[in-house]
């Protein structure tokens, strides 16, 4: 255990009221978490203002309050510790008590609208495949080594993420790969960490019920990159326009990749098929089972971070046509019938676009592509008209239905779907509120050779309907469907 002046050495504390120097247990930003020998650190949420509850974590034992605004009344006994940005000062005090793990590791932030939890997830499967103990933070899940630790967010809060570290290092890992969202950035759950280099895949439309404007979210992304070290790399997707963006007054070394332009690394596609594709990266071609032209940009943005991290070339390259799709991310399911079902987590307009264009390209076209899709409810609802005019442009049905409702009404989200479709357009489009219905509409609408495609909840097991989760798995269904086909 440490004393608290060892953890106010990374603070810079504007105000501090009451003395001494106790023995701290545990750190806290809940006051139902609180306990004896705990600091509190209060931050402005977005629903409460975790200031009000420094009585209760009083209460429960803490003697130590990190906070932005120190209270009028102050009880003897304990220390109130002033900064600018508590949020921040928890990333620092997080790092101090689990010693600064990310300084133990090579860590990867890997960061975009899309793209993350691919990147991430096979740059961890190819560490693996090369022999190097590694850890990862997805939204899928996160691992310490082989041992599997439940997401409940692409990148976590301070104090689990800085606990996961050190996990890691214990347990001998020498790399760690991490999404790291723009709501963590603007939240500073990524506060005194340091990276060993930086990844940026893509900026489209998402979120925006929380930045509010697409600049405050660009904003967040590059937020990133301002705070990566000179010994860092920053590696930017070149083919979008805000790959630069990123790049600019960026202390760290710059890369780029592309599948268009002259980059660092670059890859091509020669040929595309449902069993995958082959590619040629910086000259060398290799074959691989991942689909669409999106995949090569992720596979050629896994090779440059490989490389940057000293990886062996040759055998990256021998690594990378081995890795097979991340769960839930275009995931193939076939019915006896010789339907194609294809799961994928597209959620933004530009990933089922993306997607889209993929199964255009490799279906038969006098076959269909019927798309079953939803849009999220308490999240962004200005993609939910897009997304719905996007799988209309690249279908030939469509079904809305519901992802998950969450709070709101599943009905008038799809109505707001359904703004987004041409009223000439609207004869191919149904709307099923129920997934599991709608996922039995299309499979019995489908004959031999016709691709569906069910998006937006990709890995989900669940769904949540008025603030209710119950067991859900697209995948599930489809088997369960095709079995009686
Ligand atoms: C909008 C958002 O990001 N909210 C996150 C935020 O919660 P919040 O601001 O609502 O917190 P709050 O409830 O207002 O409470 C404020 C403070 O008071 C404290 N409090 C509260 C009650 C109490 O009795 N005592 C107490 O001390 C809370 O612990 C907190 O410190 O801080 C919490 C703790 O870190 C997060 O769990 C929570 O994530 C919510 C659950 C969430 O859904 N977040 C999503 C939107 C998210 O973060 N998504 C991103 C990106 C997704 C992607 O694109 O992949 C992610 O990284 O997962
Ligand atoms: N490089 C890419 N460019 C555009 N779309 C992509 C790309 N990679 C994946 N996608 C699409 O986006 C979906 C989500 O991919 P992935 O989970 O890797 O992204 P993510 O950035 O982790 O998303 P989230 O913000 O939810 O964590 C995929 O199912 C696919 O449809
Ligand atoms: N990480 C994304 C995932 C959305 C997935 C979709 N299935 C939904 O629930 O809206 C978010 O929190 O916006
Ligand atoms: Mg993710």
Not at 215 to 235: H, R, S
Not at 390 to 405: G, H, R, W
């Amino acid at each position: 255990m440490k004393q608290l002046n060892e953890y106010l050495k990374d603070l810079d504390v504007l105000e501090m009221v009451g003395t001494g120097d106790p023995e701290i247990s545990a750190l806290t930003f809940d006051s139902r978490q609180a306990a004896d020998g705990f600091i509190f650190v209060a931050m402005r949420g977005t629903k409460v203002d975790g200031h009000t509850f420094i009585p209760k974590a009083i209460a429960a034992g803490c003697q130590v309050v990190v906070c932005e605004e120190i209270p009028v009344e102050t009880p003897d006994g304990v220390i109130y510790i002033r900064v600018a940005d508590t949020a921040r000062s928890l990333g620092w005090l997080a790092a101090c008590h689990y010693d600064y793990p990310s300084q133990q590791l090579q860590l990867v932030g890997v960061t975009g609208t899309n793209g993350k939890t691919t990147i991430v997830t096979l740059l961890y499967r190819l560490a693996g495949e090369l022999g190097y103990k590694s850890g990862l933070c997805s939204t899928v899940a996160n691992f310490v080594d082989q041992t599997v630790i439940a997401a409940t967010h692409t990148t976590p809060d301070a104090l689990t993420l800085q606990g996961m570290l050190r996990q890691m290092v214990d347990a001998g890992c020498g790399y760690c790969f991490m999404e790291v969202s723009s709501h963590a950035v603007v939240q500073n759950r990524i506060a005194g960490l340091r990276f060993a280099g930086g990844v940026f895949t893509n900026i489209t439309h998402d979120h925006l019920d929380y930045h509010l404007t697409f600049d405050a979210y660009l904003k967040a992304k590059k937020g990133f990159f301002d705070g990566l070290e000179k010994d860092a790399f920053a590696l930017a997707n070149a083919d979008d326009k805000n790959g630069s963006v990123m790049l600019q007054n960026c202390k760290a070394v710059h890369k780029t990749f592309s599948l268009r332009e002259m980059a660092d690394y670059r890859v091509r596609v020669i040929e595309s098929l449902f069993e995958g594709m082959h590619l040629e990266i910086n000259g060398k071609e290799l074959w691989t089972p991942f689909i669409g032209r999106f995949n090569a940009a992720n596979l050629v943005a896994v090779y440059g971070a490989a490389l940057l991290l000293n990886w062996d070339q040759e055998e990256v390259l021998t690594a990378l046509s081995k890795l097979l799709p991340v769960d839930g991310r275009f995931e193939t399911i076939r019915s006896r019938t010789g339907i194609t079902a294809v799961v994928d987590y597209a959620h933004t307009p530009d990933a089922l676009q993306n997607v889209l264009e993929a199964l255009n390209q490799i279906r038969q076209a006098q076959n269909d592509l019927i798309t079953v899709v939803g849009t999220g409810g308490d999240r962004d609802p200005f993609k939910r008209p897009i997304m719905a005019a996007e799988a209309v442009k690249s279908s030939t049905k469509v079904i809305l239905t519901s992802d998950n409702p969450r709070s709101e009404d599943p009905e008038t989200i799809i109505g707001q779907m359904m703004e987004g479709v041409d009223f000439k357009d609207r004869i191919k489009v149904i709307s099923i509120t129920n997934r599991r219905e709608a996922i039995r509409t299309a499979c019995s609408m489908a004959k031999k050779g016709d691709v569906i495609l069910v998006a937006g909840k990709g890995h989900e097991t669940y769904q949540e309907v008025k603030g209710v989760r119950s067991h859900f798995d697209d995948r599930e269904i489809i088997r369960e469907f095709f079995e009686q086909l």
